[in-house]
């Protein structure tokens, strides 16, 4: 074991404020420790100790291991705090990253085995007592779920905080056979630049702008910046290309919910929010793994965007102060190991195993700083989806009414055409990255590329088919999944098919035209409607099911406002735009227009499920 004493480092408590539970006045940090993997390649590694007066504190204690590609030393002002808790932190390059050996790829086998071998490494110093917990954010988290798939013996609780991608196929880098092309492109982007070795690099990315590049699509491999680092340039081109679902996406990395059966048997708290994008997958874990799992597993959920636990808004909306975790990822944290890893009553075993926020208490009001109020509650349940909720549907019907009557018409339909040349612009939702992600008035604008004046809601675009109730006589709380039965067709061998929900807010001083609130959206492309393994051409004027699956969400729609589902055929830049040729996926030379028919028949009824929630406790 390489020591760098040497190199040790005395953190004072003015690093990070001190709370007066704190055991220790002082934590020491050895830098760049070695850690070895079973490959050989050896993985840098800050571990910080109790100490006191800038000795080590005698004694073994719990490991908590956080593994991150964005550079350990980012995430420095976290650890004094739980060693000061009686914690060894371990804070580590993952492989290929800033002073780690090996080379990096965005998500790859040796990201599960480093994990394994680096907790087993760490649960055997004399100073650990044999226990590790894990925690992050994001890629972070998904390190602890790799980890987990291994069931390393050591470890023995994990906080997935929005890293729960059950399956990268689904969501988080393709999604429903579309891909995320917004985020995966401005991830490598923003981490080439990060990374930029050369000034030539460094120079290119600064001068081109990766907004521009949005609607170079799809890239050519050598003929774009991010041929300026093959490795990132390689798998972004990998995930745009790779459209089926096959053994390149079952790998642990990549999809979790492939290796339920096998992943440690351990308390897990999976926290994610409304406008995460990882929604879909922090629910199925929890629910898929409390099914097989012995041990505790919990959901939290609030009103934030990915990374947004701390702040009450997101987006142009905010929920109130009790929307944010306090003292996140500190105190909150604490609790959670401390009774798991030293069995000390705090409180957390008597929580229940789902707490989620409900949005749309508010007023409406337009708070300080130019936000919609919107308001909101926590509300506890024992499982999810909520015991006693109603699944019901809600159908389109042609005068573009949205209600629980049933269509009546032998024939009823609405076409529209959709020309990829000029995609409905992506405005909020779980985006990510430098796209505007969380709760907008779906009105284009500057902010929200490519949208061009004059800047109109999205109701106002040919393409985009509305169906709303009547203002409601009283208000209407949902909580669960949302499912859309889209019954279609289109003139050409693929299409996209898209559909968002929105709490519609009335005319208002405060909000003149009303406020068009977007609270979950989804898309699925035809030709992997019925199968993900393989692609299969739609057949031009044929009717078809499409299931089009939102995240789930929790929404008070208040007395006067309207439900509403908009369906169209793109959602961009987040998703890649579909050329409607059928020609393979990220290496389309051509781009056609297309018309969609919604069907709202009596024979094809379209609708929306939408879960009633149970009355409030």
């Known amino acids: 074991m390489r020591r ?73 002002p976290q650890a004094p705090y739980f060693a000061e808790h009686g914690y060894v932190v371990a804070l580590q390059d993952i492989r290929g990253r800033y002073k780690s050996e090996g080379v990096f790829a965005k998500v790859q086998p040796k990201d599960a085995t ?52 059950a399956n990268a196929w689904d969501h988080g880098v393709r999604f429903r056979g579309t891909y995320e092309m917004g985020r995966q492109l401005t991830w490598a982007w923003s981490q080439m630049l990060a990374d930029a070795r050369s000034e030539s690099v460094k120079k290119l990315l600064e001068q081109e702008k990766v907004e521009d590049w949005y609607g170079v699509q799809p890239m050519r491999r050598g003929l774009n910046p991010l041929s300026a680092a093959p490795e990132f340039e390689g798998w972004y081109m990998d995930f745009f290309e790779h459209a089926d679902y096959d053994a390149f996406w079952k790998d642990p990395m990549m999809s979790w ?28 874990n929890f629910v898929e793994l409390g099914k097989i799992k012995k041990t505790p597993q919990r959901v939290l959920v609030g009103p934030w965007t990915h990374s947004g636990n701390r702040r009450a808004y997101a987006g142009d909306v905010s929920f109130g102060d009790s929307a944010t975790i306090a003292d996140f990822p500190t105190e909150f944290h604490l609790r959670w190991f401390d009774h798991f890893l030293k069995g000390k009553v705090t409180g957390v075993e008597l929580e229940s195993p789902v707490r989620i926020f409900v949005m749309g208490t508010g007023d409406g009001h337009k708070d300080a700083d130019g936000r919609l109020f919107h308001g909101g509650y926590w509300r506890n349940a024992t499982a999810w989806p909520l015991p006693g909720t109603r699944l019901v549907p809600y159908y389109f019907h042609a005068d573009g009414a949205l209600s629980t009557r049933l269509p009546t018409e032998v024939k009823s339909s609405t076409t529209y055409t959709f020309d990829p040349r000029h995609p409905v612009p992506t405005i909020g939702g779980g985006a990510s990255a430098r796209l505007k992600d969380g709760a907008y008035d779906q009105r284009e604008g500057p902010r929200f590329p490519p949208s061009k004046p004059p800047y109109l809601p999205l109701r106002a675009r040919a393409d985009v088919v509305v169906f709303q109730t009547e203002p409601l006589a009283e208000d209407v709380t949902i909580i669960g999944p949302i499912k859309v039965v889209l019954h279609a067709s289109a003139t050409t061998v693929d299409a996209d098919f898209t559909a968002k929900l929105l709490d519609v807010y009335p005319n208002s001083e405060a909000w003149p035209g009303g406020f068009d609130l977007n609270l979950t959206d989804a898309i699925v492309r035809g030709r992997y409607r019925a199968t993900r393994d393989h692609a299969v051409p739609l057949t031009p004027g044929r009717v078809y099911p499409f299931t089009i699956e939102p995240f789930p969400t929790a929404n008070v729609f208040k007395k006067g406002h309207r439900i509403r589902v908009d369906i169209s055929s793109s959602n961009f830049p987040r998703f890649d735009v579909n050329p409607n040729t059928g020609e393979p996926l990220g290496r389309n030379r051509r781009m056609i227009t297309t018309d969609i028919t919604i069907q709202h028949s009596a024979t094809y009824p379209s609708h929306v499920v939408l879960p009633l929630a149970p009355a409030r406790p």
């Open 4 to 76: 760098c004493l040497a190199a040790a480092l005395l953190f004072l408590s003015t690093l990070v404020p001190r709370a007066s539970t704190a055991q220790y006045d002082a934590v020491l940090a050895e830098k760049n420790v070695m850690v070895p993997t079973r490959d050989g390649a050896r993985l840098a590694t800050d571990i910080w100790r109790p100490a006191r007066n800038g000795v080590p504190v005698a004694g073994k204690f719990p490991v908590l291991l956080l593994r991150t590609p964005y550079d350990k030393t980012s995430r420095a």
């Open 114 to 165: 480093d994990g394994f071998d680096t907790i087993e490494w760490l649960a055997k110093l004399p100073y650990a007592d044999g226990a590790v917990g894990m925690w992050g954010t994001s890629f972070d988290a998904h390190m602890q779920a790799g980890a987990a798939v291994l069931h390393p013996s050591a470890l023995k609780t994990v906080v997935i905080n929005m890293g729960g991608m």
């Open 257 to 284: 919910d492939e290796h339920y059966a096998e992943t440690s048997d351990i308390p897990m708290l999976h926290i994610g929010g409304w406008y995460d994008i990882f929604l879909a997958g922090t629910f199925r």
